[in-house]
């Protein structure tokens, strides 16, 4: 993908094939001057998925947001890499995956943020989280940070957790199933990333095979 000059562009993938097909997802972002991208990923599918996504803010006041939501259950497995690549003057790059595990699913998150010496002004933020909702699911999460400028602001936060027990049983003895207790707790754990997706048409589609799954 390459965003001109003061350009801006929506860029949506939704990855849900059958449960023998494996997939390699590769995207690399080139973004010019004052240049915007929205993109929003989500995996649903596959025996195993390999995704990398690099984005690259060449130019002064490029900006990138970017939305990932993975949900595996069964044996699926799920490799995701996102990173950003900041070389202008006062870019800004959003990275935010929030994956859910069932079953015997295992999933891994990594992210780097690189910051240019030139790329003083950079504003930059990466985020990787999971739930597991089942005892044999895993998940983990490695994100990474690269600087070599003093005048910029970069955070990075990471979670993998097992399904509280205790909000299960709170919601049992309020007259909910149990799956249908899993099934609110995981809702509210994506429903904040899922708000934050420009492209309201890709996470409408998200909510709907997150419902199927």
């Known amino acids: 993908i390459h965003v001109k000059e003061g350009g ?8 849900a094939p059958g449960e023998n097909v494996v997939t390699i997802f590769n995207k690399t972002a080139l973004l010019e001057k004052d240049a915007q991208l929205f993109s929003a990923s989500g995996f649903f599918g596959g025996m195993l998925t390999l ?3 690099n984005t690259i803010l060449q130019g002064n006041g490029s900006s990138s947001e970017d939305y990932e939501v993975i949900f595996g259950n069964g044996s699926q497995n799920f490799g995701v890499a996102s ?15 929030k994956g ?16 240019d010496k ?7 933020y990466l985020s990787g989280h ?9 998940a983990d999460a490695i994100p990474g940070l690269q600087i070599e400028n003093n005048d910029v602001k970069a955070t990075h936060s990471a ?16 007259g909910f ?3 249908e207790a899993r099934k609110l707790i995981a809702s509210g754990f994506l429903e904040p990333l899922i708000r934050q997706i420009p492209l309201k048409d890709v996470a409408l589609v998200i909510k709907g095979l997150f419902e199927l799954k």
Request: aromatic letters at 8%; hydrophobic letters at 40%.
């Open 83 to 97: 990173n950003l690549f900041h070389e202008g003057i006062s870019t800004r790059g959003k990275v935010m995956t």
């Open 118 to 124: 030139g790329a003083k002004g950079s504003n930059s």
């Open 100 to 115: 859910i595990f069932d079953g015997r699913s295992k999933g891994l998150f990594r992210g780097m943020i690189n910051i």
């Open 8 to 15: 801006q562009m929506h860029f949506g993938t939704i990855n």
């Open 130 to 138: 999971s739930i597991l909702l089942s005892k044999d699911a895993s």
């Open 159 to 174: 979670s993998v957790a097992q399904i509280s027990e205790e909000q299960i049983f709170y919601l049992m003895a309020r």
């Open 177 to 179: 199933s149990a799956n």
């Open 51 to 53: 995704s990398n996504i």
